[in-house]
């Protein structure tokens, strides 16, 4: 029977409730990397999203004490996501006006050739963007011009775009944006920004941004580092800095996730034309791990974009990329691909996914890795993330804790 009185409670519940304890006390920690635009922060908005929409989960301050709320902003305002929005979507135009003069097409009349020079115009100067007023006029011609057979013959080339400006590539959120409705919505006078259109948007992360969640009962501390050129220079720094301040008095775990993108399975490097981003993002998580002070983390890895990957490897345009990742592939694979472009998704995710393993099989095959395939803009990120902590990293810290 259950006392009521004093501390005297059965040494059976006395064990739950020091698990119970003990489990408040761990922290799980992630230091998330991988190059720029690879999902990460994406995956940080489902995440903070979920916290606002069910009370199981809490997105919290450095102290462990939870955010209101209406004190929980995803990264910055309202209007600035209003105009970073706008941009991506005008940088997209204009990567498609570029590839309609590479194409040597013409627009349909006089007036959209204008415009279309305006938009250009207006993504060399984006400061102006802000500055505009919105209105029906210019949403009516951003639709003429993607209902304008050039343009559309430039949109249908949009898997294999390579524009050779640095750290210039159509964001992978756009298809979400690229219709009349969204359009009209998105470059209205009122418009506000919905969580959705957020998690879609492109805003590149500077320096390292930390983040405290408490999902059902674990505290969870991941820190975001920006994966762009510039921001890589300052990765090692940045991980030592990680590394050093964990809170001894508490049970940690530490973990670096690196987060990678199929879809840059046929994007060209801009240095090194044989190779692709993907290959520099193997390169890059090679950096990483090979860092003296991170040896005792254990390693996730997320081979994100998955849709984006599928969508391109269906692409008839992109059938001849498939040489950047034929490594791992048999000759009748190979063939029953670039002929018919058959193939089984297993056996893609495996060719991707080779030049990574590749790199864990010969310099780190002490270390425990785990991996998984994932979208980040799909709200099931959220559920392949917790069930990674519950089922890969929380049983083995709760029982190397509570043997
Ligand atoms: N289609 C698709 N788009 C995705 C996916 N993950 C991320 N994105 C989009 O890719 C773009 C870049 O995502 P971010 O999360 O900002 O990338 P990041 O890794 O944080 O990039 P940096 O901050 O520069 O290091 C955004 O437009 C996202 O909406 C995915 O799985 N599928
Ligand atoms: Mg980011």
């Known amino acids: 029977m259950r006392c009521c009185f004093g501390n005297n409670i059965s040494p059976e519940e006395q064990q739950n409730e020091n698990e119970e304890e003990l489990k408040k006390d761990v922290v799980i920690r992630f230091f998330m990397a991988g190059m720029g635009s690879a999902g990460k922060s994406t995956i940080i908005r489902h995440l903070i999203y979920l916290c606002k929409t069910n009370p199981r989960y809490k997105y919290c301050n450095e ?3 939870e955010k209101q709320n209406d004190e929980i902003e995803f990264e910055c305002d309202t209007e600035i996501w209003k105009n970073k929005i706008r941009e991506n979507i005008i940088n997209a135009f204009d990567i498609f006006i570029k590839q309609v ?10 007036d959209l050739e204008i415009f279309a020079k305006s938009l250009q115009n207006l993504n060399k100067n984006k400061s102006e963007i802000s500055l505009i007023e919105m209105s029906d006029l ?9 209902k ?11 898997n294999r775009i390579q524009i050779h400006e640095p750290e210039r590539k159509l964001f992978d959120g756009l298809k979400y944006f690229l219709n009349e409705e969204k359009l009209k919505f998105v470059f209205s006078k009122n418009y506000i920004p919905s969580e959705a259109d957020k998690i879609r948007c492109r805003l590149p992360t500077t320096g390292v941004q930390r983040h405290y969640f408490i999902l059902k009962k674990t505290k969870i501390e991941i820190y975001d580092a920006g994966g762009q050129k510039s921001e890589r220079a300052e990765l090692l720094n940045n991980l030592n800095k ?14 670096i996730l690196f987060v990678a993108s199929l879809a840059d399975y046929n994007v060209r490097h801009p240095n090194y034309p044989n190779q692709t981003l993907l290959d520099e993002s193997a390169a890059f998580m090679d950096i990483l791990l090979n860092n003296d002070h991170i040896r005792h983390c254990g390693i996730l890895i997320f081979f994100n974009k998955k849709d984006r990957f599928f969508e391109k490897l269906s692409d008839q345009f992109c059938r001849n990329d498939i040489d950047f990742i034929k490594e791992s592939l048999s000759p009748i694979e190979l063939k029953e691909y670039k002929l018919y472009g058959r193939f089984r998704r297993k056996t893609m995710y495996k060719a991707a996914e080779y030049k990574f393993i590749k790199i864990l099989k010969q310099k780190y095959k002490d270390r425990s890795c785990y991996s998984k395939n994932t979208c980040a803009i799909d709200p099931t990120i959220m559920g392949t993330f917790i069930s990674v902590i519950k089922n890969e990293i929380f049983i083995k810290v709760v029982s190397e804790i509570v043997p």
């Open 63 to 65: 102290d462990w004490s």
């Open 101 to 110: 003069y590479e194409n040597s097409d013409k627009f349909q009349n006089r």
């Open 138 to 146: 210019f949403y009516s011609r951003l639709i003429c011009l993607l």
């Open 148 to 158: 304008d057979p050039a343009f559309k013959r430039a949109l249908a080339m949009k």
């Open 242 to 255: 990680w590394n050093t301040s964990r809170n001894c008095t508490s049970n940690n775990e530490s973990f």
